[in-house]
């Protein structure tokens, strides 16, 4: 086996500023993977000095380090980061709250893992990381296969040059340090949960392989499946199928010179919504390769300020949601179970919709709905002060959002993609918020393009939107406070709303907090008899609003926000949430149950 002492050199996280030039293989459920989840060792350098000698002395990217043997001048220092004697951790999962010294911690975390491997002939293989944040540099034994940045996306390495037979060596450098120019950047209200946050698979693919495909019915059509396979390899034109046995389907097309293959398929399916989220088996295969996976059918579209799904018109019974676990340590949510345990949630509250707020949930969490017949708001962190002026955040959230698309794009659930929250206004976020959504609507013509924009109030208790992104997105989606952060709940009755275009309002949040547990009077403060008041004076004044087709108050549960410091009532917390963060249900909780279940 060889040495693994000097790789935390090889893979500082400084200089070059690329991203990963892999394309994101989707649908890593249907692969052949090996999966890399377990304990591994762990070095917390907060100063990052294992980056340090390479910062003097950068390697290209790929780039043998033991073809430098400059780097061996200082043993001392690689001794001192022998993983040998490093304590583990679990990944996936946020460091935070596996280790008590790590709560707070923002900063560079150096993980290892040795797995065993043997390549077959012939045979490609990727590194799969489902997310880690915020920046990621992986190297194997004792090669930079990448780097990544971005929390919430995940990304794939080839490192089919790179695997040795018998046991491999993968260091990954983690740092979640936030950064003016990141995406988000420095001030948002969550916890920044650090660490390889999901899982990490060894994809194995042939020479030429299906990396991505898109299969949903025609936009505007509900008896034409639609879309495109895209090969991956030397040999890029073949034939390429369509199969979808329950549906009587299979389609075969030759894929051109880039590897593309589109299909048009003239078909009937039963159409995927929330009281029957059917899903068909689907195969697409090669004649190379070949991914399975089920997928659903149904359209979205507004006409006016409706919204129709399947041509019916469908009311969004909406909650938010951050992905951190109900109970226990609290921390990052990545499993089936975790997506299970918050949307089993969202099932009682009658709810068929959820706002997967603020960045991309894991692709259980969208999955696990697509099951249970909930429709998503799939969202990128474009969250409050991004630096708007900026070409390299924006390349930054447009590859978020490509990466996001290109994860989700079968899902039938997914109907809304939004671009920002809750972002101040100027010409330099419009310009670059109306990129990303035309950058959407090129990459998915099938689905409605959106942000959370925020409501504003003139004279008269007169409430409107007035944001000039109104024009370009699909819907009316904004957060209002009325009641919290603007007023007592009583305000709710005294104010109207108007809009000055009729598309489907869509309220994407609304609430205020309440400490499980405190009672005390409807006006008093953090009680759950206030919050549970404000949620009815609220609900009464949705009800009056023009074009009502949905809403997603603010919050399931309650979450983790360093922003939050009140002692004794916060501790931590945003309390907005209608379960505590234990699970326990407020009062609240029941009031929303109710109105959903009138709906
Ligand atoms: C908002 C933000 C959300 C916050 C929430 C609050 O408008 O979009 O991220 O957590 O308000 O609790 O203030």
Redesign the pocket.
């Known amino acids: 086996m060889k040495r693994i002492l000097p790789l935390l050199l090889l893979l500082s996280v400084v200089s070059v500023s690329a991203q990963s030039t892999y394309p994101q293989i989707t649908n890593i459920p249907g692969r052949n993977t090996v999966c890399l989840d377990g304990n591994w060792k762990y070095i917390v350098d907060l100063y990052k000095t294992g980056n340090q000698d390479y910062r003097a002395n950068p390697l290209p990217e790929g780039q043998s380090f033991f073809a430098d043997r400059s780097f061996y001048a200082d043993q001392r220092r690689l001794v001192e980061y022998d993983f040998g004697a490093a304590k583990e951790i679990a990944v996936p999962g946020d460091w935070n709250t596996q280790r008590p010294e790590l709560y707070y911690y923002e900063g560079t975390v150096w993980y290892r893992t040795m797995f065993y491997h043997m390549s077959k002939p012939g045979k490609r293989y990727f590194l799969y990381f489902g997310a880690a944040n915020y920046e990621t540099v992986a190297g194997l034994n004792g090669h930079r296969v990448g780097r990544h940045e971005g929390g919430f996306t995940p990304f794939n390495f080839e490192v089919t040059d790179w695997l040795l037979e018998g046991d491999n060596s993968l260091v990954v450098n983690v740092d979640n340090t936030r950064r003016m120019d990141g995406v988000p950047t420095v001030n ?3 916890w920044n949960y650090g660490g390889i946050t999901r899982s990490v698979y060894l994809v194995e693919t042939p020479s030429t392989f299906i990396r991505d495909y898109f299969l949903q019915l025609r936009k505007g059509s509900q008896d034409v499946i639609e879309g495109w396979a895209q090969l991956d390899g030397p040999a890029l034109r073949q034939r390429v199928t369509v199969s979808i046995p329950e549906l009587g389907i299979s389609t075969t097309v030759t894929s051109d010179d880039s590897g593309l293959a589109r299909f048009s398929i003239p078909s009937k399916p039963v159409l995927w919504c929330p009281d029957n989220p059917k899903l068909y088996d689907v195969k697409v295969y090669s004649e190379t390769d070949s991914v399975s996976d089920h997928i659903g059918f149904r359209t979205i579209e507004t006409r006016g300020d409706r919204l129709l799904l399947n041509g019916q018109e469908v009311f969004c019974k909406g909650i938010s949601i951050h992905e951190e676990m109900i109970g226990g340590a609290g921390g990052r949510a990545f499993s089936e179970a975790h997506a299970r345990a918050l949307l089993s949630e969202a099932k009682a509250m009658n709810c068929n919709f959820v706002r997967l ?2 960045y991309p949930h894991s692709e259980n969490m969208v999955r696990m709905a697509e099951e249970m017949g909930i429709m998503v708001w799939s969202e990128i962190p474009v ?1 409050w002060t991004i630096a708007f002026d900026n070409p390299e955040t924006y390349a930054n959230a447009e590859r978020q959002l490509v990466d996001n698309i290109a994860r989700d794009h079968n899902r039938a659930n997914v109907i809304i993609w939004s671009v920002a ?2 972002t101040p206004l100027g010409d330099s976020r419009l310009e670059f918020l109306s990129k990303l959504i035309a950058k959407a609507r090129e990459l998915d013509p099938t689905r409605l393009v959106s942000a ?1 924009m ?1 409501k504003i109030e003139y004279e008269g208790r007169m409430m409107t939107v007035s944001d000039p992104l109104l024009d370009i997105a699909d819907l009316i989606s904004f ?1 209002q ?1 009325v009641g919290w ?1 603007d007023g007592t709940p009583e305000k709710c009755d005294e104010v109207t709303w108007t809009f000055s275009v009729k598309k489907p309002v869509i309220v994407t ?1 609304f ?1 205020g ?1 309440a400490v499980y547990g405190r009672h005390g009077e409807k006006d008093m403060r953090f009680t759950e008899e206030n919050q549970e008041y404000l949620y009815q004076k609220n609900i009464d004044m949705l009800s009056r609003m023009p074009g009502l087709a949905g809403a997603s108050p ?2 399931l549960k309650d979450f983790r ?1 360093p922003k939050r410091m009140l002692d004794g009532i916060q501790d931590d917390y ?1 309390r ?1 949430g209608l379960l505590s963060e234990k699970g326990e249900r407020k009062k609240a909780f029941y009031v929303m149950q109710s109105w959903y279940g009138t709906k």
């Open positions: 948002s209200d969550w707020a603020h969250y929250n809750e959370a925020e957060n406070y952060y949040e609430g907090g603010w919050i926000s945003n907005k």
